[in-house]
């Protein structure tokens, strides 16, 4: 088991099981890095005790109980996932926009707006809301594409997308994929922008392992 806590309030933050870790990244120290940024949103480090060093995030070894801390280097700025609203997309992006290039950043009206829209099969759908799956663009902070199993063996593309299984499903069949769509004209290119699929994995991974005596919402 991995717990992570955060150097703000000193609680246990996320509990997740290592074979889990181990399943959804082939470095899983820069993918708990990744999961805390995309909570928190803002960067840090992880160490082995409050305010120490940084770990190797290079290093493949997670065997048995590991106590991790996390110590963000700005504003922590957690959402509402509940509180949505016209104002709801516009608030991440606005809260979270210091931590991306300012030039890509999305030009979104509100909740409504076609650009936070994915078409995927209704039992995928599903799984997205109950936080079971959740997309991973990489590159991303912390992460490259090849730090993350991959179903399809051909050439890795400059900005990958990867439908994970947070929740490991009964009959989970790692080969298979799942065809993703994007809106309009101009899909497949045109998925969410990262500020806002991020924020929804950092929701997917606090809904699977947050603990509940946290002071997360």
């Given at each position: 088991?991995?717990?992570?806590?955060?150097?703000?309030?000193?609680?246990?933050?996320?509990?997740?099981?290592?074979?889990?870790?181990?399943?959804?990244?082939?470095?899983?120290?820069?993918?708990?890095?990744?999961?805390?940024f995309?909570?928190?949103?803002?960067?840090?480090?992880?160490?082995?005790?409050?305010?120490?060093?940084?770990?190797?995030?290079?290093?493949?070894?997670?065997?048995?109980?590991?106590?991790?801390?996390?110590?963000?280097?700005?504003?922590?700025?957690?959402?509402?996932?509940?509180?949505?609203?016209?104002?709801?997309?516009?608030?991440?992006?606005?809260?979270r926009?210091?931590?991306?290039?300012?030039?890509s950043?999305?030009?979104?009206?509100?909740?409504?707006?076609?650009?936070?829209?994915?078409?995927?099969?209704k039992?995928?759908?599903?799984?997205?809301?109950?936080?079971?799956?959740a997309?991973?663009?990489?590159?991303?902070?912390?992460?490259?594409?090849?730090?993350?199993?991959?179903?399809?063996?051909?050439?890795?593309?400059?900005?990958?997308?990867?439908?994970?299984?947070?929740?490991?499903?009964?009959?989970?069949?790692?080969?298979?994929?799942?065809?993703?769509?994007?809106?309009?004209?101009?899909?497949?290119?045109?998925?969410?922008?990262?500020?806002?699929?991020?924020?929804?994995?950092?929701?997917?991974?606090?809904k699977?392992?947050?603990?509940?005596?946290?002071?997360?919402?």
């Amino acid at each position: 088991m991995v717990n992570i806590y955060l150097n703000v309030d000193g609680s246990t933050f996320l509990s997740i099981p290592d074979s889990d870790v181990r399943r959804l990244s082939t470095r899983p120290f820069k993918w708990l890095r990744f999961v805390m940024f995309s909570i928190c949103g803002t960067r840090g480090h992880l160490s082995m005790m409050p305010d120490g060093p940084a770990i190797d995030y290079n290093s493949t070894l997670l065997n048995g109980v590991i106590d991790l801390h996390y110590e963000p280097s700005g504003k922590v700025s957690f959402m509402d996932q509940l509180a949505l609203s016209c104002r709801y997309i516009q608030r991440i992006v606005e809260d979270r926009s210091s931590c991306y290039y300012r030039r890509s950043l999305p030009a979104i009206s509100g909740i409504d707006d076609t650009h936070n829209g994915v078409l995927l099969a209704k039992a995928v759908h599903s799984m997205l809301a109950h936080g079971e799956v959740a997309f991973l663009k990489t590159p991303n902070y912390g992460l490259d594409p090849t730090d993350i199993p991959r179903v399809d063996l051909g050439q890795v593309r400059k900005d990958h997308f990867t439908l994970q299984h947070l929740k490991e499903p009964r009959e989970y069949n790692p080969g298979r994929s799942h065809r993703i769509r994007g809106h309009g004209k101009h899909a497949p290119n045109s998925l969410p922008h990262a500020i806002i699929l991020d924020y929804m994995y950092g929701v997917a991974v606090y809904k699977q392992w947050g603990r509940k005596d946290s002071n997360v919402h």
